[in-house]
C-alpha cells in the first residue's frame, strides 16, 4: 500500500495505525506562531469502533490501509459463522465472525444486501441498510380502532430484534425499522 | 465537482468583508499611516525553518531566475523603512506552502504595519484598538501573559528551565506521539498549540510576551529584568483560541540578521529542508540604517472569521485553496 503524509490526510482515508485499520475522521492543522506543525488526527479504530487522537509532526506519514466497502448479501449462518455473498454476479462467498458482525446480528435478514468493509480480504465489519423490513413473530395482540397516538409495545422480529412499537401492530405483520436508532417507522 | 465552482464565502459576507476592510483603512489613515504595495515575488524569501516558501522561475532580464512567492510582506517593508517611508501599513497576498485548514489558507491576506519610532507597549495598544475597531461585540480586557507563566500555570513547569528529557515526554504525552528526539523548541511548540492556546482568549484579549530567546524570529533578544533569562521582543495576540497576531521590536542589525539567515538555513539543512537564498538587498537596507521600529503582523482572514462569527477561515474567502 502507499504512504500517505499529513498533508494527504482528509475524512475517510483509511490508513493502518498500531497494527489496526483506521478510518481518519478529522485532520486539524495546527501550527504555533513561528513554530513547528502538527496534524491533530480523529481516526475511528475500524477493528473497534473507537475512536483515537493523535498528534503527527507535518510530513510524517501512515501506511495505507487494504481497506475495502462493499454490498454483500446475507445468506445463512451456522450457529460459528455467518455466510455473505458478493452481489456482483461473482457469487464469491465470504464467512463473517460474530465479533465483526457485532449489534448487526439483530438485523439480519436474507437476501438484504448489507454494507461489508474487507480489511486485506478478510471481513471486519457488517453495516444493515438504514431501513429494513422485518415480520414480527412474538407480540401481544393488536389493540383494534387504537391506530392513533397512545402507548407502544414491545415486539420480537424475525430477526431477533426487539423493538417498541405501537399497540396496533399484530403478530405476523410486516413492519419497515430503522437500523440506526432501532425505531419502528411503518407498516410495510 | 458539481458544486466545486461555487465560492466558500457566501456573497453577503463578501460585502461584510469589503465593508471591515474599508473600516479598517480608515482607522490607518486617520493615524497617519500610509498605505503600500511591495511585491508578492522577491529574490529573497524567508529562512524561517517552520515556513515553506512556494518559489517560480521567472524570465527577467537577468535571464531564468528564482523568484520566492513572500511568506509575509515584512523584508519589502523594512526596505521601505530603510528609505524613510515613515509609518506604513499593508494588506498583502502572503503565501505558506503546505498551510491548509480551518485556520489556514495556503494563500491568505496578512495585515501587516510598522511603526518607526514607537515603543513596543504602544504597538501592542494600536494592534488591540484595531481588533476592537472591527469586531461587532467588546471582546473583554487587554490582559498581558508572560510565556513562562503560562507554561507554569497550564502544564507546572518553567519552559525556560525543564529538562529537555522532561519536556519531550511531556509533549509526547500530550499529543500522544513520540517526541523522543524532538528539539527544545518543538516541544514547547507541540504544548503551546495543544495545550495553552486553546485557552488563550477566552473573555478578553490575550498578549503573550517574553518568549524564549531562540523563538525571536526576526525580533530583538533582551535580558528579561526579572529573571534575567533571554527573552524575545515578541507578542502574539490571541482572540477566541485563535493566534491573531505576531509582532515585534524589529531587529535592525545587518550583521545580526545575516548571522541569523545563515542559522535558519543551517537548520534546514540538517533537516534536509531546501536552503532559502538569503535577501541580500534586505541586509543592504539593514547595513544602510533601518530606523527603530516595532512591526506586527495580523492574520486579517482570521480576524475577518472572528468578525463574522464563521468557523473557519475560507468562509471569509472568496475562493479557499481547495476550490482555487
Same mark, same amino acid.
Given at each position: 500500500m502507499a504512504n500517505y503524509s499529513t498533508s494527504e490526510f482528509k475524512g475517510g482515508l483509511k490508513v493502518m495505525l498500531d497494527g489496526d485499520p483506521c478510518s481518519i475522521v478529522e485532520n486539524e492543522f495546527v501550527k504555533p506562531g513561528k513554530g513547528q506543525a502538527f496534524s491533530r488526527v480523529k481516526l475511528r479504530?475500524?477493528?473497534?469502533g473507537r475512536v483515537w487522537e493523535r498528534t503527527f509532526k507535518s510530513g510524517e506519514s501512515l501506511e495505507g490501509a487494504d481497506v475495502l466497502e462493499l454490498e454483500m448479501e446475507y445468506l445463512y449462518n451456522d450457529g460459528e459463522m455467518w455466510y455473505f455473498m458478493k452481489?456482483?454476479?461473482?457469487?464469491e462467498q465470504y464467512a463473517v465472525e460474530k465479533r465483526a458482525l457485532g449489534d448487526t446480528e439483530k438485523w439480519l435478514k436474507e437476501q438484504v444486501a448489507y454494507t461489508i468493509t474487507l480489511w486485506d480480504d478478510k471481513v471486519i465489519n457488517v453495516n444493515p441498510p438504514n431501513f429494513i423490513e422485518l415480520e414480527v413473530v412474538e407480540t401481544d395482540p393488536g389493540l383494534k380502532?387504537?391506530?392513533?397516538?397512545g402507548g407502544s409495545k414491545p415486539a420480537t422480529l424475525s430477526s431477533g430484534a426487539v423493538v417498541r412499537v405501537p399497540l396496533f401492530i399484530n403478530q405476523g405483520e410486516v413492519l419497515k425499522i430503522d437500523t440506526r436508532s432501532g425505531e419502528y417507522v411503518s407498516r410495510a | 465537482m458539481e458544486a466545486e465552482w461555487r465560492p466558500t464565502a457566501e456573497i453577503t459576507t463578501l460585502h461584510a468583508r469589503a465593508r471591515l476592510i474599508a473600516k479598517l483603512r480608515a482607522f490607518f489613515a486617520e493615524r497617519g499611516v500610509l498605505e503600500v504595495e511591495t511585491p508578492v515575488l522577491g529574490h529573497g524569501g524567508s529562512s524561517d525553518v517552520h515556513l515553506a516558501s512556494l518559489a517560480c522561475q521567472a524570465t527577467t532580464p537577468e535571464g531564468r531566475e528564482t523568484l520566492w512567492l513572500q511568506t509575509s510582506p515584512e523584508f519589502h517593508m523594512k526596505r521601505l523603512l530603510a528609505a524613510g517611508s515613515g509609518p506604513i501599513f499593508q494588506l498583502a497576498r502572503s503565501f505558506r506552502d503546505g498551510e491548509v485548514g480551518r485556520r489556514h489558507n495556503i494563500e491568505f491576506t496578512m495585515l501587516e504595519w510598522y511603526r518607526p519610532g514607537m515603543a513596543f507597549a504602544a504597538l501592542i495598544g494600536e494592534c488591540d484598538a484595531l481588533i476592537r475597531h472591527l469586531l461587532p461585540q467588546d471582546p473583554g480586557p487587554l490582559r498581558q501573559r508572560r510565556y513562562r507563566e503560562l507554561f507554569g500555570e497550564h502544564?507546572?513547569? !518553567?519552559p525556560f528551565t525543564e529538562p529537555l528529557a522532561d519536556l519531550q515526554c511531556l509533549a509526547g504525552t500530550q499529543g500522544a506521539l513520540d517526541m523522543a528526539d524532538s528539539p527544545r523548541d518543538d516541544c514547547l511548540d507541540l504544548l503551546m498549540s495543544l495545550v495553552i492556546e486553546p485557552t488563550l482568549g477566552r473573555d478578553g484579549v490575550d498578549v503573550v510576551v517574553d518568549y524564549p530567546a531562540s523563538q525571536a524570529a526576526l525580533a530583538r533578544r533582551r535580558r528579561?529584568?526579572?529573571?534575567?533569562e533571554w527573552v524575545a521582543a515578541r507578542f502574539e495576540i490571541y482572540l477566541a483560541g485563535l493566534e491573531l497576531a505576531n509582532g515585534y521590536d524589529?531587529?535592525? !542589525?545587518a550583521d545580526e540578521q545575516r548571522a541569523r539567515f545563515g542559522a535558519d538555513n543551517a537548520q534546514r539543512r540538517a533537516l534536509g529542508r531546501p536552503e532559502v537564498d538569503i535577501d541580500e538587498r534586505l541586509l543592504a537596507a539593514l547595513a544602510a540604517g533601518m530606523p527603530p521600529a516595532c512591526g506586527v503582523a495580523l492574520g486579517l482572514d482570521r480576524l475577518l472569521q472572528l468578525a463574522l462569527g464563521k468557523q473557519s477561515v475560507a468562509e471569509v474567502m472568496a475562493f479557499a485553496t481547495p476550490r482555487c
Open positions: 479504530n475500524l477493528m473497534t452481489t456482483d454476479g461473482s457469487f380502532g387504537d391506530t392513533a397516538q | 502544564l507546572g513547569i !518553567d528579561d529584568p526579572q529573571d534575567g524589529e531587529l535592525t !542589525d
